[in-house]
Every structure is written in C-alpha cells, then in structure tokens.
C-alpha cells in the first residue's frame, strides 16, 4: 500500500534503460514519489528554473554529453535558488578521483548505480530517509553503498 508524499524526485541521465529502470524501483517504493526523469544537463537546468514542479532532491548521473553532471552540479550549485537542493551523484564509478570531485564541487551524497533491482531500490528509499535540511555531508557520509 502506498503512503501519500510530496516528494518529488528529479532523476538526468543520458541512459534511457538507466532511466526506466530506476522509474520502475520508484514506482515500487511503498511511499508515493513524484518521478521527473530527464535525459541531459541541459533539460535539467531548463526545468529547475521553469517550475513547477520543484525537486526536493536530484539524482545527477556523471557521465553524460554535453554538460556533465559536474557541470551541472556546479551550475546548481553557483545558483542561489537552488544552492541547498540536496544533489545526489548517480554513477557506475566508484573512482576515488570522481567521488573526491563529487564532494569538493559540493553533492550531498554519492550513490554508486547498481545492476540489482533490490540495491537501486535501497539506494532510493535510503536517500528519501534523510532529513536533508539536517543532513551534514562529510568524507565519512558522503558515499552510500547498498
């Protein structure tokens, strides 16, 4: 049985199969999440800044054309409005470079992707636990791994 929420969840990626996949463990959740994907920097920042709707949090992917997600994230995060929108990095890398990047340009949180339906699913429900308005990052905290 769902739960009712007004969370709203942004998910960018380029990988459409990356983005089905992680529509359908948010479909799965038992709590009701509003789920905006979108497949480029490019259109992420285009809706950030045309509302509604408003993310309460951001799954960002590293790897994408164009503008990537670092790009992105320091666009977010060079933009007062949405400064302290709770950015989580979305990658297949667990790279200690791009995880060291990821922290210092100013994401929340950094989730490794994972091919198990399950692990995608805890790495959501984990995310949508954390009261973000208290949620102080650090080296300690920063990387989840299901």
């Known amino acids: 049985m769902k739960v009712d929420s007004d969370i ?3 998910y960018t990626d380029d990988d459409l199969e990356d983005l089905e996949f992680f529509r359908e463990a948010t479909e799965s959740l038992n709590q009701s999440v509003e789920l905006v994907t979108l497949n480029s920097g490019e259109a992420l920042l285009d809706v950030l800044h045309n509302p509604p709707p408003r993310p309460h949090l951001i799954f960002l992917d590293v790897n994408m054309p164009g503008l990537t997600g670092f790009d992105v994230l320091e666009k977010v995060r060079n933009t007062g409005n949405f400064r302290k929108l709770p950015v989580i990095m979305f990658t297949t890398s667990n790279d200690q470079v791009i995880i060291d990047r990821s922290l210092r340009l100013g994401a929340n949180f950094f989730v490794q992707k994972s091919g198990s339906f399950p692990n995608l699913k805890k790495s959501i429900e ?3 636990k954390i009261d973000w308005s208290t949620f102080k990052t650090t080296a300690e ?4 791994a299901a």
């Open 8 to 10: 709203t969840i942004f």
């Open 126 to 128: 984990h995310a949508l």
């Open 141 to 144: 905290n920063f990387v989840y």
